[in-house]
């Protein structure tokens, strides 16, 4: 079935520094990759997404990539600061009310 | 962006009882609803996905009659848990797509569900 695999588990970082998540997915059919932040206790909040008919998307210091051929999907946060600690799950669906299938996630811890 | 509703947001329930969870779209029309068990420090997965007017269709290893799924109008879905037991305590999560949300899922606020 589908799977979207995500890495690392857990990423702690300097304040100031870059963090990137990857991920890959199986299902050649996605073509919808959002990007959700999970504070603990609370609902996965949409940070960012890219279509697969792009390659990058920034949004300030927030970038998302796309490699459609190898499958593979990045987040990259630059300038880390500590209100960024979360956990972030990449997830991969198709555009139209289809599933979401959602990554394992990954613990940022960011380091004041 | 569009509004989803879940309640309750909490709730304690004996073993052996039924809780039922609520999911509303607030401000859109809800085509399909999805259901989510997210256990402690692991990941959102999939139990069922929720079509208005039809059955739900279950992922694999979810138990249909033990999680009822209903979705009787374009606003609302429920998920019943029934006979509840204390591995069935976890976070619980819709999310719902609606006409023109072009692949955004719209999450509600999730219930944490005890079973003692």
């Known amino acids: 079935g589908e799977n979207v695999e995500q890495h690392p588990s857990t990423l702690s970082v300097q304040e100031g520094d870059s963090a990137v998540i990857k991920c890959t997915y199986s299902?050649?059919?996605?073509?919808?990759f959002p990007w959700y932040k999970q504070e603990l206790g609370k609902r996965p909040q949409l940070i960012i997404d890219?279509?697969?008919?792009?390659g990058e998307k920034k949004d300030q210091r927030i970038a998302v990539t796309l490699n459609k051929t190898a499958k593979h999907f990045s987040l990259h946060i630059t300038e880390t600061q500590p209100e960024d600690s979360a956990v972030y799950f990449c997830?991969?669906?198709?555009?139209?009310?289809?599933?979401?299938?959602f990554g394992a996630g990954t613990r940022l811890f960011v380091k004041a | 962006g569009a509004v989803v509703s879940q309640h309750p947001s909490r709730v304690i329930c004996k073993s052996g009882t039924s809780v039922k969870i609520e999911c509303r779209s607030l401000?859109?029309?809800?085509?399909?609803m999805f259901w989510y068990r997210q256990f402690p420090k692991q990941s959102l997965m999939l139990m069922a996905t929720?079509?208005?007017?039809?059955?739900?269709?279950?992922e694999q290893g979810v138990e249909k009659d033990k999680f009822l799924i209903n979705h009787a109008s374009l606003t609302l879905s429920t998920l019943t848990v029934t006979s509840a037991h204390p591995e069935d305590s976890s976070f619980y999560i819709c999310?719902?797509?609606?006409?023109?949300?072009?692949?955004?899922?719209?999450f509600g606020q999730g219930t944490r569900l005890t079973v003692v």
């Open positions: 299902d050649s059919a996605s073509n919808y």
């Open positions: 929720s079509n208005e007017g039809s059955k739900a269709t279950y």
């Open positions: 999310s719902a797509h609606g006409w023109g949300t072009e692949g955004e899922a719209f």
């Open positions: 997830a991969a669906t198709r555009v139209g009310g289809f599933k979401t299938i």
């Open positions: 401000d859109f029309q809800a085509t399909t």
């Open positions: 890219i279509r697969s008919n792009v």
